[in-house]
């Protein structure tokens, strides 16, 4: 059984990699219509390890792009301009699916614009299984949500094509959080209708060279969708833009911490007043944040009372002191 499915894969720098991506597409018990593989400039033969795998696919037609190094929003957005199915699967050169993946997630198209699931990561050798649905159970509506919590890997996902084209594919200035953009502009759309299912159907395996791996890209992207899609929240915004905001936040501190890079986890702590004044001056203008920062100032004035100040002075003059040898 064949089903109107083109996959996107993107894939730099992925010959050791692309050939398992590729077989778990194969061994699907419901075939897409193609798979597209777009490599991104890479120089390590990803090209031809892919071009290598069209025997294997089982009738699937396989088509492989290249491109000059662009990101893998790019990459994708080459793939959708050369996809032909009414839907859009979604799947990392590094990453796998389960045989059921598109069986399954095509059971629940009815009706729906996106539809998502479970998944498993894969880090230092074990499994972890990652309860999306959580997050949509938890909330008032599939937008705020997402909002809250990035929490579709596109590797999940089916698409309707059409409404990918309709909201401009994926934002290519991102070099991280594409996806998560993408998803929230889909859920704009008057027909939008998110289906999420409770199944673990897709492998994504944490790397150091990933994209998820760049904590401060991440970080940054992060709030840059954030900023993008604020004001759609309404009356909830200054609670939730402010929420979402503390957890980018913490997902860096949490990421710096696991990798005991500790400076890098002052330098998010001492940024986070600095990005809650921007959410507010997203949403309100500059009247509010200014009085934002200088509640802060006024704040650790009256809490320090030139302590830190005095610490800091202290420490400059010695500093300067030992510096020049005197």
């Not at 390590?44 to 037609?61: H, K, L, S, V």
């Not at 957005?77 to 799947?91: E, R, S, T, Y």
């Not at 833009?241 to 005991?260: D, K, M, N, V």
């Amino acid at each position: 059984m064949t089903a109107s499915v083109s996959v996107i894969i993107p894939a730099y720098r992925s010959a050791s990699t692309i050939v398992r991506a590729l077989g778990s597409v194969a061994a699907q018990t419901v075939k897409p219509l193609e798979v597209i593989v777009v490599d991104d400039g890479s120089d390590d033969g990803t090209f031809e390890a892919a071009q290598a795998c069209r025997p294997r696919m089982g009738g699937i037609e396989l088509v492989v792009l290249r491109q000059e190094n662009r990101g893998a929003g790019a990459a994708r957005n080459a793939g959708l301009q050369a996809a032909k199915g009414d839907w859009l699967a979604f799947l990392d050169a590094d990453d796998e699916w389960l045989p059921a993946k598109l069986e399954r997630s095509l059971a629940h198209a009815g009706g729906a614009s996106l539809i998502a699931h479970d998944y498993i990561e894969v880090k230092n050798g074990r499994e972890v299984y990652k309860d999306c649905m959580r997050h949509l159970t938890a909330a008032r509506d599939p937008f705020s949500a997402l909002m809250l919590r990035g929490f579709i890997p596109s590797i999940t996902v089916l698409a309707r094509r059409a409404d990918v084209l309709a909201v401009g594919g994926f934002e290519e200035s991102l070099p991280a959080a594409q996806d998560y953009d993408l998803w929230l502009k889909l859920l704009q759309l008057p027909q939008a209708r998110l289906i999420m299912f409770p199944e673990a159907l897709a492998r994504y395996t944490v790397s150091g060279t990933g994209i998820t791996s760049k904590v401060e890209q991440r970080r940054q992207c992060s709030l840059t969708v954030l900023s993008r899609h604020a004001k759609r929240l309404e009356s909830r915004a200054l609670r939730l833009t402010l929420t979402r905001a503390l957890i980018i936040q913490w997902e860096a501190i949490s990421a710096h911490r696991q990798r005991g890079d500790y400076l890098g986890v002052l330098g998010v702590l001492l940024l986070t007043p600095l990005v809650l004044g921007e959410g507010l001056f997203i949403l309100y203008g500059a009247p509010l944040a200014l009085a934002w920062g200088l509640s802060l100032f006024v704040a650790y004035h009256l809490y320090s009372y030139g302590y830190y100040a005095e610490k800091v002075h202290t420490f400059g003059t010695f500093f300067l002191r030992r510096l020049m040898g005197s």
